[in-house]
């Protein structure tokens, strides 16, 4: 959970940062500087980038979560909520001034191959989105089964 509005900050500025130059690129005076908050500030909230990163997946992944998983793929029926998934991606993906309108994924990747904790809360998300989206699956293909609706899953995901 986020603080204040410094916090935040911080975290928008490094998830920024690392989106712009990449995560060996960023370091914490980088993120110091973008989020305009003192290195005392910084240290109130975060002692490493690594704490910086997990707060930024934990950010991007809940937005997901949220509006995805939850909001699209909890509520809908299978045909429609598979519908509103890609036109939701596609939408957010053609937005340049939304909070995560550039392509998230590119983040994810790079930190998932960098950190096993970075991939760790990565795999928990996309088994989520995947769990969600395979109920779907097997409501509109019920005769493919658990198992091969799970697969089909996996591979959007």
């Known amino acids: 959970m986020i603080a204040d509005e410094a916090q935040f900050n911080i975290i928008n500025a490094a998830r920024e940062l690392i989106y712009k130059n990449g995560y060996v690129e960023t370091n ?15 240290e109130k909230y975060f002692t490493s ?3 910086i990163v997990l707060a930024v997946i934990d950010q991007v ?9 939850q909001d699209i ?17 596609m939408d957010l993906n053609s937005k340049s001034d939304e909070q995560f309108s550039y392509s998230i994924s590119n983040i994810l990747y790079e930190l998932y191959n960098v950190d096993k904790d970075f991939a760790g809360k990565i795999d928990a998300f996309t088994n989520s989105w995947s769990s969600a989206l395979a109920v779907k699956i097997a409501k509109l293909h019920p005769w493919i089964g658990t198992a091969k609706s799970e697969l089909q899953a996996k591979k959007c995901c």
């Open 49 to 51: 980038k690594k704490e």
């Open 61 to 69: 992944t809940d937005f997901w979560n949220k509006h995805l998983i």
């Open 73 to 89: 793929l909890g509520k809908s029926l299978a045909k429609p909520a598979i519908n509103a998934m890609f036109d939701w991606i």
């Open 28 to 42: 914490m005076n980088d993120v110091r500087k973008r989020a305009n908050v003192s290195k005392e500030e910084l």
